[in-house]
């Protein structure tokens, strides 16, 4: 009977305690992060801004660099027929940079090779540019984040140790829980960095693919416009 009573006492006293242990070990992250201190305001800033800019631009980098399997077969077909309109009018319906590219290009077609190259090189460049637009602060923030951090995390341990000097009481307690909240810096702007850094490098990875795809393309439309009987065409 003693021994049937024993867990039955014991038990709703186990579960008290665990039940008022647990809401004391367990942290909101809201409370984690407002116990950065002030780092953590232009940490959390960098953070969004660096998600927006990923966001952003990779919904432009995949609009504007689709391309049709078919596409420069197309325009090589209708060239090489002589529908020169409506190989303008299928790039600019594309509505998309290589469509952009081409359109300039064949509106040069009875010019000199050499001005259709170097249009084909001037308006690939702008659009190149455009899909890079802003990439470089994602670069910056993945320099500063961590920066911003560690800076967080220095002042605190100055702060740890000058309330120290004038306490003059060295507890583990007080350290270890100080350095813990200061720390919180350095997670933070490491955490934001690898973001940052990530989507920098995965969007130039985008825009390099593209790249190449837009110089096999134009030495595809290059090639048919210098085949004899089109090179005196276009002379």
Known sequence: MILLQVPTAGGPAVDSTAAAAAPAQSMQLFDLVAKGGWVMIPISLLFFLALYMIIERWLFIRNNTKVDDNFIDNVKDMVMQGNIKSAESFCKNQRNSIGRIFEKAIGRIGSPIREIEGTLETVGQIELSRLEKNL??????????????????????????????????ISVGIIAGGLY???ITSGAGLIVGVIAYTGYHLLNMFIEKFTLKLEINSFEFMEVLQKPTEAARVR
């Open 136 to 169: 470089g602060y994602l670069g910056i923030i993945a320099g500063i984040a961590p920066m911003l951090g560690f800076i967080g995390t220095i002042s605190g341990i100055i702060r740890i140790f000058y309330d120290i000097s004038l306490s003059d009481n």
């Open 181 to 183: 909240e200061k720390m």
